[in-house]
């Protein structure tokens, strides 16, 4: 009797063997313009990782370069020359961030749900650090960084959804992917170090004079970009889903 409550309790509930067969089917989609240096980069680091060296302690290096970012652009409005610093967090948040999944397919010693969880789980902190702390700089308003993050939380949405009902997790749109940000950010950087503070005003209706700076409209088209691809990407399979009738 106990033995066939427990067979009628387990019929049709998925088994571990099998939710772990459902994650690695999901295809992971990175295609960036970066891809072709950054992929064989990645290979090379994790065959020459010391044994001590773990996909969770990568990790955890990913969120002490985005803490780093965060502090030095808080101190670039003492020092400008904190920008730099800024800069090698950047280098210390894609080493950690990057190489923590690769390390782990290379040992084969993933553990997918546990990895799919905590790496986009501190993916969304780390973000929110690294583009709040843009906020903090005296060169990019706060309201703008405000902005950035929520598309990108937005666009964070629609990639996990996407996995739920298609089976394709996709990283990069248009070509860009977390490495092209970090890169541009990099940019942004060295534009604000050379040419520093440079304000502009426009009068709109209403007498209202709104200031801004050249780095404003770098950060707000990035969020432009991101939303974009927002749009496009659930208009795109609402279509599909809508036409296919699940």
């Known amino acids: 009797m106990e033995a066939g409550r427990k067979q ?3 019929a049709g509930a998925p088994t571990r063997a099998a939710a772990l067969r459902d994650i690695h089917g999901h295809k992971r989609v990175n295609d960036i313009l970066l891809g072709p240096l950054e992929r064989p980069a990645l290979r090379w680091l994790s065959a020459h990782m010391p044994a001590w060296m773990t996909p ?3 990790t955890a290096i990913g969120v002490l370069g985005a803490v780093l970012i965060m ?4 101190l670039s409005a003492l020092d400008r020359g904190f920008l730099w610093l800024a800069s090698v ?6 080493f950690g961030d990057s190489l923590d999944g690769t390390l782990a397919r290379y040992r084969n010693i993933e553990r997918p749900k546990y990895g799919f969880f905590l790496d986009h789980t501190v993916d969304a902190v780390t973000q929110g650090i690294i583009i709040l702390g843009i906020g903090l700089t005296p060169y990019v308003n706060f309201t703008v960084t405000a902005l950035l993050l929520i598309t990108y939380l937005m666009l964070s949405v629609i990639a996990y959804v996407r996995t739920c009902v298609t089976g394709e997790f996709r990283i990069s749109y248009g070509r860009l992917g977390p490495t092209e940000v970090r890169v541009i950010a990099l940019m942004l950087n060295a534009a604000m170090f050379f040419l520093g503070a440079v304000t502009y005003s426009v009068t709109i209706f209403g007498g ?3 200031m801004f700076t050249p ?19 659930a208009w795109k399979e609402g279509r599909q889903l809508a036409a296919s009738g699940e």
């Open 8 to 10: 009628q309790l387990t």
């Open 56 to 58: 969770d302690l990568l």
């Open 71 to 74: 502090v030095s652009y808080a």
């Open 89 to 94: 967090g950047y280098l210390v948040n894609w």
């Open 208 to 210: 209202r004079v709104i």
């Open 215 to 233: 780095y404003d409209i770098g950060v707000a088209t990035i969020g432009f970009l991101l939303f974009s691809f927002f749009l496009h990407t």
